[in-house]
């Protein structure tokens, strides 16, 4: 039922796109990610993937390769989500983004836009720079085409440092909600 209501929610509010952190609260993944952060001194709690929700109901995230999903996978009880909108982008600014990501998705049938699991594991050692120049980790792909639209956002953030980067540019960005099957 919350789900349902999220989603509603975010088709009534959404002039979209908007940004996507979600925390697998039951994926191996993503609880290895966790204890990683921690041991670089990440405070707990951070997100574990980014994505784009395209229109209401859909987000385009880079799994294993770029693809279209649908929001309710992410709504099921096992994820945390956070909604982050710009509050300033024009028609012409969302038009881009919206373009930008149709076009990917094009691209991505083609084989490109692949993961970087080598990127993933720099982020790890704190070398963000050493990736594979044609492949995408979940986070970098969200920054790629961001920085269409705000040049002062990081290249290659990890999820937790674009949800730290949104954060500081309260100006810019606002969180649109939370969905956390563990909050009252």
């Known amino acids: 039922m919350a789900a349902e209501m999220i989603t509603r929610g975010i088709a009534l509010a959404f002039r979209g ?65 956070k909604f982050i909108v710009a509050k300033d982008w024009t028609a012409e600014e969302r038009d881009e983004i919206r373009r930008r990501l149709r076009t990917n998705l094009i691209h991505a049938a083609t084989g490109y836009y692949r993961y970087d699991w080598l990127g993933v594991l720099s982020h790890l050692f704190r070398c963000s720079r050493v990736n594979f120049p044609s492949r995408f980790y979940c986070s970098e792909h969200v920054a790629s085409i961001l920085r269409r639209v705000d040049r002062r956002c990081p290249a290659r953030p990890s999820p937790a440092q674009l949800n730290a980067y949104l954060k500081s540019r309260p100006e810019k960005y606002c969180v649109l909600g939370v969905f956390d099957p563990y909050q009252d």
């Not at 001194?41 to 574990?48: A, E, L, N, V």
């Open 17 to 81: 796109p908007a940004i996507v952190l979600t925390d697998n609260m039951f994926s191996l993944t993503a609880s290895t990610l966790r204890i990683f952060q921690r041991k670089l001194g990440h405070s707990t709690g951070q997100y574990q993937h980014a994505m784009w929700l395209l229109e209401a109901g859909q987000v385009v995230t880079q799994n294993w390769k770029l693809e279209r999903a649908n929001l309710q996978n992410y709504l099921t009880g096992k994820h945390r989500v």
